[in-house]
């Protein structure tokens, strides 16, 4: 395999969490070409950039008589030689898509008609909710805060009870699963089955900074005291297990340990008793679903699927948490960590930090908030004011994408919100002005992923769908309405309104797929800047 790689291609292996910009851009090629994409994605191009082949993983030789990546070399190879005009003829035909996405898009003058979205999307979640496990569709299951931001505000300001019901239900059943860590606290990243039993172990800081605002703000539109709790233990973990050495959060824990999924988290009744004693190790096996078959590879996932008492679970067991987290940090291989700090993920955790002080009064959460800030402030800003990507080894590196901007803005705000203080607003105005004059399209309105002074591509792309965050754009709109809020400008107006109508027309297709632009939407409606 790496004879022939080196022998005729130049191969290219890409981070997408660094660059989201190569990621968007070839996975919407690998869309056009196959109809659907995937991970990890494989493309085949030019010298110059343009794709004539997409896919998602091909082994190196399949016994089952499956397609290899061998095979696809092989004839590509001999295409190559052949056959290049055809080739080249996709590869042109591929970048003319892409650069035709927004050419008939008729963005309109008023957000008069754009009520209706919001009850498509109602709508959709209510016939996708899973009732007795929460959250939407089958498997895999992922969380989709955006999703629940969205029906939390349908209740505050509709009081549609079926909304919240459905956010309770989705968060209750997450936590009883096993995607939460129930000795470290914490969410992996989504489940591989319905009922969030079994997860794909990895941990992200995204999802648990934008899982730590959900709890928060379920809790204080209910207050039911389990969300407080969840809130507080997801952020506890960040905080214990997160944090860089010189500050900023790092992007995620692996899965793995020994080159095993999941080994670090698994536990057998043997190891409990060993740890806890006779009694006290064979009642909390029966709470937590710890067997001598297990449930996962021959061990067991801590979970509460099966538990009534599960509200109660966690203060009831404290002493044995401790003991067993003791146990499991000092005794197993520690867990590796992509230490990469993200501006825009830290963005979300500062966001997360503020609200969290704000609403559960933990002076803890607002000195990492302002620790985070500062962090980004001497280490992933520019002399020009304009923000990088990351920071690792001492390094930062990456010109901003409008992730970074938005979410760290998003940060700020909630940071004013908790402070009062004037700098932080100011900081989020500066950073505003910054992302309109390097990524607004004044021609079709919306914000590009990329900068005017990054790297040219073969197409400037412009996300507005939600994935496992919210999109950029959406949150750039949610943004501006509130620093109209706060500076009551004509501009700031303007661009929010004319931001709302873009993204109002991007998901006339599919409104559910635009879940935080129909959020800041809602937002809009009752805000002062509609008077």
Request: charged content about 30%; glycine content about 6%.
């Amino acid at each position: 395999m790496a004879n022939v790689l080196n022998r005729d291609f130049v191969s290219i292996k890409v981070d997408k969490e660094e660059r989201p910009d190569i990621d968007s851009v070839y996975m919407k090629a690998c869309q056009i070409l196959t109809g659907h994409g995937g991970w990890p994605t494989t493309i085949i191009m030019t010298a110059d950039q343009r794709p004539f082949f997409a896919g998602t993983y091909f082994p190196k030789k399949d016994p089952k008589g499956r397609i290899s990546l061998l095979d696809i070399l092989d004839s590509v190879i001999k295409g190559w030689k052949n056959d290049r005009e055809n080739l080249l003829k996709t590869a042109n035909q591929i970048v003319k898509l892409l650069n035709s996405d927004d050419e008939e898009l008729n963005i309109g003058d008023s957000l008069e008609n754009t009520r209706s979205l919001l009850d498509e999307a109602k709508s959709f979640f209510r016939e996708n909710f899973d009732e007795k496990y929460g959250g939407f569709g089958s498997s895999p299951k992922f969380p989709n805060p955006q999703n629940l931001f969205l029906l939390m505000k349908f209740y505050e300001l509709e009081k549609d009870k079926s909304c919240i019901e459905m956010v309770e239900r989705t968060l209750t059943q997450m936590y009883r699963g096993g995607i939460y860590d129930h000795i470290g606290g914490g969410f992996c990243r989504y489940s591989t089955d319905r009922q969030w039993l079994v997860p794909h172990f990895e941990k992200m800081l995204y999802d648990n900074a934008l899982l730590s605002l959900v709890y928060i703000e379920a809790y204080r539109l209910t207050e039911n005291e389990l969300y407080k709790n969840i809130a507080n233990e997801i952020l506890d973990y960040a905080l214990r297990e997160m944090q860089g050495e010189e500050g900023g959060f790092c992007s995620a824990q692996d899965a793995d340990t020994d080159g095993v999924e999941g080994k670090y988290y698994l536990f057998s009744p043997v190891e409990i008793i060993e740890v806890l004693g006779e009694e006290e190790g064979r009642e909390f096996c029966k709470n937590y679903d710890i067997t001598e078959e297990g449930n996962f590879d021959g061990g067991s996932i801590l979970n509460l699927l099966s538990n009534r008492n599960y509200a109660s679970m966690k203060t009831d067991n404290q002493t044995a948490i401790k003991k067993l987290y003791d146990y499991r940090l000092g005794g197993r291989m520690k867990l590796d960590r992509d230490d990469k700090i993200l501006t825009s993920w830290n963005g979300m955790m500062i966001a997360a930090l503020s609200y969290a002080h704000r609403v559960l009064r933990d002076r803890r959460y607002l000195d990492a908030a302002i620790k985070t800030v500062e962090f980004i402030e001497q280490k992933l800003t520019r002399k020009d004011g304009s923000l990088r990507v990351r920071y690792r080894d001492y390094e930062a590196s990456g010109t901003g994408f409008l992730d970074d901007y938005a979410y760290y803005i998003w940060g700020l705000l909630e940071l004013f919100e908790v402070t009062h203080k004037v700098k932080y607003l100011q900081k989020a105005l500066d950073y505003n002005s910054k992302m309109i004059d390097d990524f607004w399209d004044n021609d079709k309105y919306g914000f590009f992923l990329t900068s005017k002074d990054g790297e040219r591509l073969i197409y400037r792309p412009k996300e507005t769908y939600d994935a496992a965050v919210p999109s950029a754009n959406s949150v750039a709109a949610y943004n501006l309405i509130r620093l109209f809020e706060k500076m009551r400008s004509e501009r700031l107006k303007n661009m929010a309104e004319k931001q709302l109508r873009f993204l109002a027309k991007k998901a006339e297709l599919t409104p559910a797929a635009h879940s935080f632009a129909l959020f800041a939407l809602m937002h809009y409606y009752t805000s002062s800047i509609n008077s």
